[in-house]
């Protein structure tokens, strides 16, 4: 585990240590949140005798450009029922899942909003063969373990006060604070408009892995820059000014509005002086591809292919 600080002037100004948690680097081909969600959940598709994973995701998800790899790496056959319309050629993420060996099916958005349906997914596997199913992000109880064995990792390297991570799913926060115990305190940044009501996800996810919920986090709900897989010119100065700064490369869905908003709130006052900040970098660096594809012609900087 790699911890980078960042010299921030605001962050010395109010007297709080921030350190960024390298969890992209951990693997070449699962960085950050996506293996851990995925550890032991192939775990318990191996006890269960599956050698077929089945999942879902959108167009540039990289929960489905991890699965593939994840299938690849490990021997899994895998399925990926993408949300929309099949659109030749394949964007970025959706051509190297094919090529790491996943079998591409397309949804309709109504359709695809069934994807919880116990009959729905009865149905898809009358038509696939037996799989072990994976939902949306990779987010189920079985995904907080592997989150929560982050923290195990950061105590043994340094005392921290509070841990931020960006939320899609809400399934990483979760593990966060399984992990965290009731102790220091946890932050999560929305990564999509009307992000509230993770909360109640997240609450859902901690009584079901840890049978209690946790009241030692906050959800900030206001820096999604216009919903998921939106950005401003803002964000993208901000992101470019940070690579310069930091030679870290954020990407513009989760960790570019992570740590947006924790700079933010360190200048708004929110932390107090004297404590000492890790905000999560976990990966998603694939996503800028297509990214690039849909909106290069929106700013002028875009950073070296990934």
Same mark, same amino acid.
């Not at 192939?42 to 540039?60: C, I, K, S, W, Y």
């Not at 591409?104 to 063969?129: C, N, S």
């Not at 709900?221 to 992101?239: I, K, N, V």
């Not at 998603?284 to 290069?296: D, E, M, V, Y």
């Given at each position: 585990?790699?911890?980078?600080?960042?010299?921030?002037? =605001?962050?010395? @100004?109010?007297?709080?240590?921030?350190?960024?948690?390298?969890?992209?680097?951990?693997?070449?081909?699962?960085?950050?949140?996506?293996?851990?969600?995925?550890?032991?959940?192939? $775990?318990?598709?191996?006890?269960?005798?599956?050698?077929?994973?089945?999942?879902?995701?959108?167009? !540039?998800?990289?929960?489905?450009?991890?699965?593939?790899? %994840?299938?690849?790496?490990? &021997? !899994?056959?895998? =399925?990926? +029922?993408?949300?929309?319309?099949?659109? +030749?050629?394949?964007?970025?993420?959706?051509?190297? *899942?094919?090529?790491?060996?996943?079998?591409?099916?397309?949804?309709?958005?109504?359709?695809?909003?069934?994807?919880?349906?116990? /009959?729905?997914?009865?149905?898809?596997? /009358? @038509?696939?063969?037996?799989?072990?199913?994976?939902?949306?992000? &990779?987010?189920?109880?079985?995904?907080?373990?592997?989150?929560?064995?982050? =923290?195990?990792?950061?105590?043994?390297?340094?005392?921290?006060?509070?841990?931020?991570?960006?939320?899609?799913?809400?399934?990483?926060?979760?593990?966060?604070?399984?992990?965290?115990?009731? @102790?220091?305190?946890?932050?999560? %940044? *929305?990564?999509?408009?009307?992000?509230?009501?993770?909360?109640?996800?997240?609450?859902?996810?901690?009584? $079901?892995?840890?049978?209690?919920?946790?009241?030692?986090?906050?959800?900030?709900?206001?820096?999604?820059?216009?919903?998921?897989? $939106?950005?401003?010119?803002?964000?993208?100065? !901000?992101?470019?000014?940070?690579?310069?700064?930091?030679?870290?490369?954020?990407?513009?869905?989760?960790?570019?509005?992570?740590?947006?908003?924790?700079?933010?709130? =360190?200048?708004?006052?929110?932390?107090?002086?004297?404590?000492?900040?890790?905000?999560?970098?976990?990966?998603?660096?694939?996503?800028? @591809?297509?990214?690039?594809?849909?909106?290069?012609?929106?700013?002028?900087?875009?950073? /070296?292919?990934?």
């Amino acid at each position: 585990m790699l911890l980078q600080e960042l010299h921030e002037p =605001i962050a010395a @100004q109010r007297g709080v240590r921030l350190l960024l948690l390298r969890d992209d680097l951990t693997h070449p081909e699962l960085p950050g949140n996506k293996w851990r969600k995925l550890k032991y959940n192939l $775990a318990e598709a191996r006890r269960q005798g599956h050698d077929t994973l089945l999942t879902f995701g959108g167009a !540039f998800s990289n929960h489905i450009a991890a699965v593939a790899a %994840v299938g690849r790496l490990q &021997g !899994f056959r895998t =399925i990926g +029922l993408i949300r929309g319309e099949e659109t +030749l050629p394949l964007n970025p993420t959706l051509a190297r *899942a094919g090529a790491d060996g996943m079998s591409l099916r397309y949804l309709d958005r109504e359709t695809y909003r069934r994807k919880q349906e116990p /009959a729905f997914i009865g149905e898809l596997l /009358a @038509q696939t063969g037996p799989a072990y199913v994976l939902p949306e992000g &990779g987010t189920n109880a079985l995904a907080l373990p592997g989150c929560a064995e982050l =923290i195990t990792e950061l105590r043994g390297q340094t005392d921290f006060d509070t841990i931020a991570v960006a939320c899609g799913t809400g399934g990483t926060l979760a593990g966060l604070l399984t992990g965290l115990a009731g @102790q220091q305190h946890a932050l999560g %940044v *929305a990564a999509l408009k009307n992000g509230g009501f993770l909360r109640e996800e997240i609450n859902e996810l901690t009584r $079901a892995a840890a049978g209690r919920t946790y009241d030692n986090y906050q959800l900030l709900t206001d820096y999604h820059c216009g919903g998921y897989a $939106a950005f401003s010119a803002e964000l993208l100065g !901000f992101m470019q000014e940070f690579q310069r700064r930091h030679g870290v490369l954020l990407d513009p869905i989760y960790t570019g509005k992570l740590l947006y908003a924790v700079l933010d709130q =360190i200048r708004q006052g929110h932390f107090a002086a004297g404590s000492t900040v890790v905000a999560v970098h976990t990966g998603g660096l694939q996503g800028w @591809q297509g990214f690039r594809q849909r909106f290069a012609a929106r700013s002028a900087w875009w950073p /070296a292919p990934h």
